[in-house]
Protein backbone atom coordinates (compact mmCIF):
# COMPACT_ATOMS: atom_id res chain seq x y z
CA UNK A 1 0.00 0.00 0.00
CA UNK A 2 1.51 3.43 -1.22
CA UNK A 3 1.98 5.92 2.03
CA UNK A 4 -0.29 8.52 2.76
CA UNK A 5 2.63 11.16 0.94
CA UNK A 6 2.85 8.90 -2.31
CA UNK A 7 -0.59 8.60 -3.01
CA UNK A 8 -0.97 12.46 -2.30
CA UNK A 9 1.38 13.11 -4.83
CA UNK A 10 -0.33 11.28 -7.48
CA UNK A 11 -3.54 13.08 -7.08
CA UNK A 12 -1.79 16.30 -7.36
CA UNK A 13 0.42 15.24 -10.13
CA UNK A 14 -3.12 13.85 -12.06
CA UNK A 15 -4.79 16.96 -11.38
CA UNK A 16 -1.85 18.97 -13.17
CA UNK A 17 -1.53 16.58 -15.92
CA UNK A 18 -5.16 15.56 -16.08
CA UNK A 19 -5.72 12.07 -15.72
CA UNK A 20 -4.47 9.98 -12.41
CA UNK A 21 -4.51 6.20 -13.47
CA UNK A 22 -4.78 4.95 -16.66
CA UNK A 23 -5.41 1.16 -16.96
CA UNK A 24 -4.96 -1.09 -19.49
CA UNK A 25 -2.70 0.32 -21.18
CA UNK A 26 -1.40 4.01 -21.82
CA UNK A 27 -4.17 6.92 -23.06
CA UNK A 28 -4.43 10.34 -22.78
CA UNK A 29 -7.85 12.37 -22.54
CA UNK A 30 -11.02 11.09 -23.58
CA UNK A 31 -11.75 8.71 -26.69
CA UNK A 32 -14.17 9.43 -29.13
CA UNK A 33 -17.09 7.90 -30.46
CA UNK A 34 -15.18 6.49 -33.34
CA UNK A 35 -12.30 5.38 -31.12
CA UNK A 36 -8.71 5.95 -30.36
CA UNK A 37 -6.29 5.81 -33.33
CA UNK A 38 -6.23 1.88 -32.11
CA UNK A 39 -9.34 0.94 -32.04
CA UNK A 40 -10.15 0.89 -28.22
CA UNK A 41 -12.59 4.03 -26.47
CA UNK A 42 -10.93 5.62 -23.55
CA UNK A 43 -13.59 6.69 -21.00
CA UNK A 44 -12.69 8.88 -18.24
CA UNK A 45 -14.35 9.45 -14.71
CA UNK A 46 -13.46 11.81 -12.09
CA UNK A 47 -14.47 11.31 -8.61
CA UNK A 48 -12.83 12.37 -5.03
CA UNK A 49 -12.11 11.17 -1.37
CA UNK A 50 -12.33 6.97 -2.30
CA UNK A 51 -15.46 5.79 -4.03
CA UNK A 52 -14.68 2.06 -3.70
CA UNK A 53 -13.71 2.43 -7.81
CA UNK A 54 -10.45 0.26 -7.42
CA UNK A 55 -8.27 -0.84 -10.42
CA UNK A 56 -9.74 -4.36 -9.43
CA UNK A 57 -12.86 -3.02 -10.16
CA UNK A 58 -12.42 -1.04 -13.39
CA UNK A 59 -10.36 -3.71 -14.45
CA UNK A 60 -13.74 -5.94 -14.22
CA UNK A 61 -15.66 -4.02 -16.66
CA UNK A 62 -12.40 -3.97 -18.96
CA UNK A 63 -12.23 -7.70 -18.74
CA UNK A 64 -16.05 -7.76 -19.73
CA UNK A 65 -15.53 -4.73 -22.48
CA UNK A 66 -12.48 -5.72 -24.59
CA UNK A 67 -11.38 -2.48 -26.63
CA UNK A 68 -12.70 0.01 -23.33
CA UNK A 69 -9.70 1.88 -21.72
CA UNK A 70 -10.74 3.07 -18.45
CA UNK A 71 -9.02 6.46 -17.26
CA UNK A 72 -9.98 7.58 -13.69
CA UNK A 73 -9.43 10.81 -12.26
CA UNK A 74 -9.59 11.69 -8.45
CA UNK A 75 -9.63 14.89 -6.50
CA UNK A 76 -8.19 15.40 -3.46
CA UNK A 77 -11.51 16.62 -2.13
CA UNK A 78 -15.39 17.25 -2.82
CA UNK A 79 -14.77 21.12 -2.79
CA UNK A 80 -12.22 20.78 -5.48
CA UNK A 81 -14.60 18.47 -7.82
CA UNK A 82 -17.37 21.25 -7.24
CA UNK A 83 -14.77 23.91 -8.45
CA UNK A 84 -14.02 22.29 -11.89
CA UNK A 85 -17.68 20.33 -12.08
CA UNK A 86 -19.31 24.35 -12.46
CA UNK A 87 -16.18 26.16 -14.11
CA UNK A 88 -16.62 23.22 -17.00
CA UNK A 89 -19.98 22.26 -17.39
CA UNK A 90 -21.73 22.65 -20.97
CA UNK A 91 -18.48 23.75 -21.86
CA UNK A 92 -15.65 21.26 -22.64
CA UNK A 93 -12.90 19.47 -20.52
CA UNK A 94 -15.42 17.40 -18.52
CA UNK A 95 -15.10 13.43 -18.24
CA UNK A 96 -16.85 10.89 -19.78
CA UNK A 97 -18.16 9.97 -15.97
CA UNK A 98 -18.75 13.08 -13.34
CA UNK A 99 -19.03 12.29 -9.66
CA UNK A 100 -20.88 14.91 -7.87
CA UNK A 101 -21.39 14.97 -4.00
CA UNK A 102 -24.92 15.71 -2.42
CA UNK A 103 -24.30 18.85 -0.69
CA UNK A 104 -23.74 20.71 -3.88
CA UNK A 105 -26.17 17.85 -5.77
CA UNK A 106 -29.33 20.72 -6.21
CA UNK A 107 -27.22 23.13 -7.18
CA UNK A 108 -26.00 20.74 -10.35
CA UNK A 109 -29.69 19.96 -10.45
CA UNK A 110 -30.47 23.39 -11.70
CA UNK A 111 -28.41 22.42 -14.96
CA UNK A 112 -29.83 18.97 -15.29
CA UNK A 113 -30.73 19.57 -19.76
CA UNK A 114 -26.82 19.38 -19.75
CA UNK A 115 -26.93 15.85 -18.75
CA UNK A 116 -27.61 12.95 -20.26
CA UNK A 117 -30.80 11.25 -18.70
CA UNK A 118 -30.45 7.75 -17.29
CA UNK A 119 -32.05 5.30 -19.09
CA UNK A 120 -35.83 4.54 -18.55
CA UNK A 121 -35.42 0.92 -17.80
CA UNK A 122 -33.04 2.03 -15.28
CA UNK A 123 -35.34 3.99 -13.21
CA UNK A 124 -36.53 2.22 -9.78
CA UNK A 125 -32.95 0.96 -8.31
CA UNK A 126 -32.17 3.21 -6.37
CA UNK A 127 -33.88 4.01 -2.61
CA UNK A 128 -37.37 6.01 -3.17
CA UNK A 129 -35.83 9.50 -1.79
CA UNK A 130 -32.33 8.84 -3.69
CA UNK A 131 -34.00 8.55 -7.29
CA UNK A 132 -36.41 11.34 -6.42
CA UNK A 133 -33.48 14.19 -5.72
CA UNK A 134 -32.04 13.20 -9.46
CA UNK A 135 -36.01 13.72 -10.96
CA UNK A 136 -36.13 16.98 -12.85
CA UNK A 137 -38.88 18.99 -13.29
CA UNK A 138 -39.54 17.09 -16.58
CA UNK A 139 -39.17 13.58 -15.24
CA UNK A 140 -36.05 13.14 -16.47
CA UNK A 141 -33.86 11.07 -13.93
CA UNK A 142 -30.27 12.86 -14.41
CA UNK A 143 -27.78 11.06 -12.36
CA UNK A 144 -26.80 7.48 -10.92
CA UNK A 145 -26.97 7.27 -7.55
CA UNK A 146 -23.67 5.69 -5.49
CA UNK A 147 -23.81 5.31 -1.49
CA UNK A 148 -25.26 6.62 0.78
CA UNK A 149 -23.94 8.01 4.42
CA UNK A 150 -25.96 6.44 7.46
CA UNK A 151 -23.74 7.61 10.19
CA UNK A 152 -22.30 5.97 13.09
CA UNK A 153 -19.43 6.38 15.43
CA UNK A 154 -15.72 5.38 14.58
CA UNK A 155 -13.57 5.10 17.67
CA UNK A 156 -10.15 4.35 19.21
CA UNK A 157 -10.45 1.36 21.44
CA UNK A 158 -7.09 1.73 22.57
CA UNK A 159 -7.48 5.32 23.71
CA UNK A 160 -10.85 4.95 25.11
CA UNK A 161 -9.35 2.66 27.36
CA UNK A 162 -6.28 3.98 28.47
CA UNK A 163 -9.26 7.00 29.39
CA UNK A 164 -11.24 4.20 31.42
CA UNK A 165 -14.01 4.42 29.14
CA UNK A 166 -15.35 1.32 27.32
CA UNK A 167 -13.66 0.04 24.37
CA UNK A 168 -16.24 -2.79 23.11
CA UNK A 169 -18.64 -2.30 20.79
CA UNK A 170 -21.68 -2.97 23.00
CA UNK A 171 -20.35 -0.63 25.69
CA UNK A 172 -19.46 2.33 23.39
CA UNK A 173 -23.08 2.38 21.72
CA UNK A 174 -24.27 2.37 25.46
CA UNK A 175 -22.32 5.10 25.75
CA UNK A 176 -23.48 7.22 23.30
CA UNK A 177 -26.59 6.24 23.61
CA UNK A 178 -29.16 9.59 24.36
CA UNK A 179 -28.67 13.26 22.59
CA UNK A 180 -26.17 15.54 21.74
CA UNK A 181 -25.52 16.66 25.46
CA UNK A 182 -24.80 12.89 26.01
CA UNK A 183 -22.39 12.95 23.49
CA UNK A 184 -20.42 16.36 24.35
CA UNK A 185 -20.17 15.27 28.49
CA UNK A 186 -18.07 12.24 26.98
CA UNK A 187 -15.97 14.17 25.02
CA UNK A 188 -15.64 16.81 27.91
CA UNK A 189 -14.60 13.97 29.87
CA UNK A 190 -11.86 12.58 27.71
CA UNK A 191 -9.97 15.93 27.52
CA UNK A 192 -10.40 16.44 31.60
CA UNK A 193 -8.85 12.94 31.48
CA UNK A 194 -6.15 12.65 28.83
CA UNK A 195 -5.36 16.22 27.87
CA UNK A 196 -5.86 15.23 24.01
CA UNK A 197 -8.49 16.27 21.62
CA UNK A 198 -11.57 13.91 21.45
CA UNK A 199 -13.41 14.35 18.47
CA UNK A 200 -11.27 14.43 14.81
CA UNK A 201 -13.16 18.62 14.01
CA UNK A 202 -15.27 20.46 15.29
CA UNK A 203 -16.89 21.04 11.75
CA UNK A 204 -17.98 17.68 11.83
CA UNK A 205 -20.20 17.62 14.41
CA UNK A 206 -21.56 21.04 12.78
CA UNK A 207 -22.51 19.04 10.23
CA UNK A 208 -24.13 15.47 11.78
CA UNK A 209 -26.03 18.57 14.03
CA UNK A 210 -27.30 19.85 10.51
CA UNK A 211 -28.04 16.62 8.61
CA UNK A 212 -30.67 16.14 11.48
CA UNK A 213 -32.13 19.49 10.64
CA UNK A 214 -35.33 19.13 8.19
CA UNK A 215 -35.23 22.14 6.75
CA UNK A 216 -31.51 23.91 6.77
CA UNK A 217 -30.90 27.39 4.84
CA UNK A 218 -33.56 27.13 2.07
CA UNK A 219 -37.14 25.89 1.76
CA UNK A 220 -38.67 23.99 -0.98
CA UNK A 221 -40.14 27.09 -2.62
CA UNK A 222 -36.78 29.09 -2.83
CA UNK A 223 -37.37 30.94 0.60
CA UNK A 224 -33.55 31.98 2.04
CA UNK A 225 -34.18 30.78 5.57
CA UNK A 226 -30.77 30.83 7.04
CA UNK A 227 -29.99 33.88 9.30
CA UNK A 228 -33.69 33.40 10.34
CA UNK A 229 -33.76 29.31 11.23
CA UNK A 230 -32.87 29.10 14.76
CA UNK A 231 -32.31 25.55 14.45
CA UNK A 232 -29.39 26.88 12.87
CA UNK A 233 -28.35 29.40 14.89
CA UNK A 234 -28.85 26.91 17.87
CA UNK A 235 -26.29 24.39 15.91
CA UNK A 236 -23.42 26.78 15.25
CA UNK A 237 -23.84 27.87 18.88
CA UNK A 238 -23.71 24.40 20.11
CA UNK A 239 -20.77 23.67 18.32
CA UNK A 240 -18.99 26.96 19.07
CA UNK A 241 -19.51 26.36 22.78
CA UNK A 242 -19.11 22.50 23.40
CA UNK A 243 -17.48 20.95 19.98
CA UNK A 244 -14.62 23.32 19.42
CA UNK A 245 -13.32 22.64 23.12
CA UNK A 246 -13.09 18.70 22.53
CA UNK A 247 -11.91 19.18 18.92
CA UNK A 248 -8.14 18.66 17.52
CA UNK A 249 -8.85 20.99 14.06
CA UNK A 250 -12.07 23.26 12.85
CA UNK A 251 -12.57 21.31 10.02
CA UNK A 252 -11.48 18.38 7.81
CA UNK A 253 -9.13 17.39 4.65
CA UNK A 254 -6.45 19.45 5.55
CA UNK A 255 -2.78 17.04 5.94
CA UNK A 256 -2.31 17.35 9.77
CA UNK A 257 -5.77 15.73 9.95
CA UNK A 258 -5.02 12.75 7.59
CA UNK A 259 -1.64 12.65 9.56
CA UNK A 260 -3.52 12.53 13.10
CA UNK A 261 -5.60 9.32 12.23
CA UNK A 262 -2.40 7.51 12.35
CA UNK A 263 -0.48 9.26 16.05
CA UNK A 264 -3.34 9.15 17.87
CA UNK A 265 -4.16 13.12 18.44
CA UNK A 266 -8.03 12.12 18.38
CA UNK A 267 -9.86 9.38 19.72
CA UNK A 268 -13.63 9.65 18.07
CA UNK A 269 -14.91 10.71 14.56
CA UNK A 270 -18.69 10.92 13.67
CA UNK A 271 -18.77 7.95 10.05
CA UNK A 272 -20.45 7.50 7.40
CA UNK A 273 -19.54 4.30 5.76
CA UNK A 274 -17.49 6.21 3.17
CA UNK A 275 -14.95 7.57 5.57
CA UNK A 276 -13.94 3.77 6.69
CA UNK A 277 -11.91 3.82 3.50
CA UNK A 278 -10.25 6.97 4.01
CA UNK A 279 -9.09 6.26 7.84
CA UNK A 280 -7.87 2.83 7.15
CA UNK A 281 -6.37 4.27 4.03
CA UNK A 282 -4.71 6.91 5.99
CA UNK A 283 -4.01 4.99 8.77
CA UNK A 284 -2.53 1.62 7.88
CA UNK A 285 -0.76 0.00 10.32
CA UNK A 286 -3.06 1.88 13.55
CA UNK A 287 -4.50 -1.58 15.28
CA UNK A 288 -6.99 0.27 17.72
CA UNK A 289 -9.61 1.64 15.20
CA UNK A 290 -12.97 0.25 15.63
CA UNK A 291 -17.24 1.24 15.01
CA UNK A 292 -20.03 1.29 17.36
CA UNK A 293 -23.97 0.89 16.23
CA UNK A 294 -25.21 4.43 17.52
CA UNK A 295 -25.12 7.92 16.53
CA UNK A 296 -25.97 11.22 18.81
CA UNK A 297 -29.86 12.07 18.80
CA UNK A 298 -30.74 8.62 16.62
CA UNK A 299 -29.38 8.85 13.25
CA UNK A 300 -28.03 10.93 10.33
CA UNK A 301 -27.23 10.52 7.11
CA UNK A 302 -24.18 12.43 5.95
CA UNK A 303 -22.84 12.59 2.16
CA UNK A 304 -23.80 9.77 -0.58
CA UNK A 305 -22.94 10.70 -4.24
CA UNK A 306 -23.91 10.41 -7.93
CA UNK A 307 -22.57 9.89 -11.12
CA UNK A 308 -23.78 12.26 -13.99
CA UNK A 309 -23.00 11.93 -17.72
CA UNK A 310 -22.42 15.35 -19.63
CA UNK A 311 -24.64 15.44 -22.64
CA UNK A 312 -22.26 16.64 -24.86
CA UNK A 313 -19.25 14.18 -23.89
CA UNK A 314 -17.93 12.64 -26.54
CA UNK A 315 -18.50 8.95 -25.41
CA UNK A 316 -22.00 9.48 -24.30
CA UNK A 317 -23.31 5.56 -24.56
CA UNK A 318 -20.12 3.86 -23.64
CA UNK A 319 -20.02 6.33 -20.39
CA UNK A 320 -23.72 5.72 -19.31
CA UNK A 321 -23.45 1.93 -20.31
CA UNK A 322 -20.10 2.24 -17.25
CA UNK A 323 -22.23 4.27 -14.95
CA UNK A 324 -25.19 1.92 -15.26
CA UNK A 325 -22.17 -1.13 -14.42
CA UNK A 326 -20.57 0.73 -11.87
CA UNK A 327 -23.75 1.66 -9.62
CA UNK A 328 -25.55 -1.90 -10.30
CA UNK A 329 -26.11 -3.57 -7.41
CA UNK A 330 -23.33 -6.01 -7.16
CA UNK A 331 -20.71 -3.60 -8.02
CA UNK A 332 -22.30 -1.40 -5.20
CA UNK A 333 -21.47 -4.06 -2.64
CA UNK A 334 -17.97 -4.52 -3.96
CA UNK A 335 -17.41 -0.63 -3.72
CA UNK A 336 -18.52 -0.98 -0.39
CA UNK A 337 -16.64 -4.00 0.82
CA UNK A 338 -13.40 -1.95 -0.74
CA UNK A 339 -14.22 1.64 1.00
CA UNK A 340 -17.56 1.00 2.95
CA UNK A 341 -19.82 3.08 0.70
CA UNK A 342 -22.80 2.14 1.63
CA UNK A 343 -24.82 0.95 -1.19
CA UNK A 344 -28.31 3.21 -2.48
CA UNK A 345 -29.94 0.08 -3.79
CA UNK A 346 -32.42 -1.56 -1.71
CA UNK A 347 -31.82 -5.33 -3.92
CA UNK A 348 -27.90 -4.84 -2.46
CA UNK A 349 -29.20 -5.09 1.29
CA UNK A 350 -30.17 -8.66 0.51
CA UNK A 351 -26.64 -9.53 -0.55
CA UNK A 352 -25.03 -11.74 2.01
CA UNK A 353 -21.46 -10.34 0.70
CA UNK A 354 -22.93 -7.06 2.37
CA UNK A 355 -24.67 -8.18 5.42
CA UNK A 356 -22.52 -10.62 6.42
CA UNK A 357 -19.21 -8.53 6.04
CA UNK A 358 -16.57 -7.74 8.91
CA UNK A 359 -13.93 -5.40 8.31
CA UNK A 360 -10.82 -7.04 9.78
CA UNK A 361 -9.09 -3.03 9.98
CA UNK A 362 -11.58 -1.81 12.52
CA UNK A 363 -11.60 -4.91 14.83
CA UNK A 364 -13.53 -6.88 12.40
CA UNK A 365 -16.81 -4.83 13.22
CA UNK A 366 -19.70 -6.33 11.85
CA UNK A 367 -19.83 -3.14 9.15
CA UNK A 368 -22.46 -4.42 7.23
CA UNK A 369 -25.17 -4.81 10.18
CA UNK A 370 -23.90 -1.97 11.22
CA UNK A 371 -24.74 -0.04 8.13
CA UNK A 372 -28.16 -1.34 7.07
CA UNK A 373 -29.31 -0.56 11.18
CA UNK A 374 -27.72 3.20 10.87
CA UNK A 375 -29.72 3.75 7.27
CA UNK A 376 -32.85 2.50 9.05
CA UNK A 377 -32.19 4.92 11.70
CA UNK A 378 -32.43 7.95 9.94
CA UNK A 379 -35.43 9.51 10.16
CA UNK A 380 -34.46 13.23 8.35
CA UNK A 381 -33.17 13.61 5.10
CA UNK A 382 -32.47 17.50 5.03
CA UNK A 383 -33.83 19.45 1.97
CA UNK A 384 -31.06 21.06 0.25
CA UNK A 385 -31.65 23.97 -2.25
CA UNK A 386 -29.38 25.21 -4.59
CA UNK A 387 -27.18 27.36 -2.69
CA UNK A 388 -26.91 24.93 0.46
CA UNK A 389 -23.46 23.94 -0.13
CA UNK A 390 -22.35 28.38 0.17
CA UNK A 391 -24.31 28.86 2.99
CA UNK A 392 -22.93 25.41 4.42
CA UNK A 393 -19.55 26.11 3.64
CA UNK A 394 -20.02 29.82 4.52
CA UNK A 395 -20.94 28.62 8.16
CA UNK A 396 -18.34 25.61 8.60
CA UNK A 397 -15.58 29.30 7.83
CA UNK A 398 -17.41 30.92 10.54
CA UNK A 399 -16.69 28.44 13.12
CA UNK A 400 -13.11 27.87 11.93
CA UNK A 401 -12.57 31.66 12.79
CA UNK A 402 -14.21 30.95 15.99
CA UNK A 403 -11.43 27.93 16.48
CA UNK A 404 -8.70 29.50 15.26
CA UNK A 405 -8.88 32.80 17.56
CA UNK A 406 -9.63 35.10 14.85
CA UNK A 407 -13.28 36.15 15.65
CA UNK A 408 -15.77 35.63 18.60
CA UNK A 409 -18.64 33.27 18.45
CA UNK A 410 -20.73 36.40 18.22
CA UNK A 411 -18.96 38.44 15.77
CA UNK A 412 -18.40 35.33 13.38
CA UNK A 413 -21.97 34.72 13.26
CA UNK A 414 -23.09 38.25 12.50
CA UNK A 415 -19.87 37.84 9.25
CA UNK A 416 -21.63 34.69 8.14
CA UNK A 417 -24.67 36.68 8.23
CA UNK A 418 -23.19 39.48 6.19
CA UNK A 419 -21.55 37.45 3.67
CA UNK A 420 -25.20 35.27 3.15
CA UNK A 421 -27.10 38.15 2.36
CA UNK A 422 -24.80 38.70 -0.70
CA UNK A 423 -24.94 35.11 -2.07
Given at each position: ???RA ?21 AGG??D??G?A?G?TTLT?A ?7 T???L?EY ?6 V?I??N ?5 N ?9 L???G ?12 AE ?9 P??D?L ?7 K ?5 D?E ?5 Y?T????Q ?7 L ?6 P??R???A???A?D ?8 A ?7 K??I???N???Q ?23 E ?9 E ?11 W??D??A ?8 AM ?8 I??GE???V ?34 A???W???PE??V ?5 A ?5 Q?DA ?11 A ?14 AE ?7 K ?8 D??Q ?8 G??T ?9 T?V?A?
Open positions: MKSQRRIAIVAATAAGSALVLAGCGGTEDDTITFNDFGYDELQMDANPGEVHKAATSDARANYFQKGKTLADIEAVEIDWFMMQYSDLLAVPDKGRWLDWEAAATAGNLVAGDIGPAICYRADFAEAGLSDAGVELFGWDTFFEVGDYVATTGPFDSASVLGIVNQIEYTYEEPDGTIIATENPIQAAYETVVKAIPIAAFPGQSDWYSMANGEFALCPGWMHGISAPDAGWDIADVFPGGGGNWGGSYLTVPADGENVEAAQLADLTAQQKAFVNGTFPSTYGDTNLTGFTNYFNDAPTGEIGVARAVTVSPFGPKYFQFHALNAVTRVFDLEPEVSWESWVESF
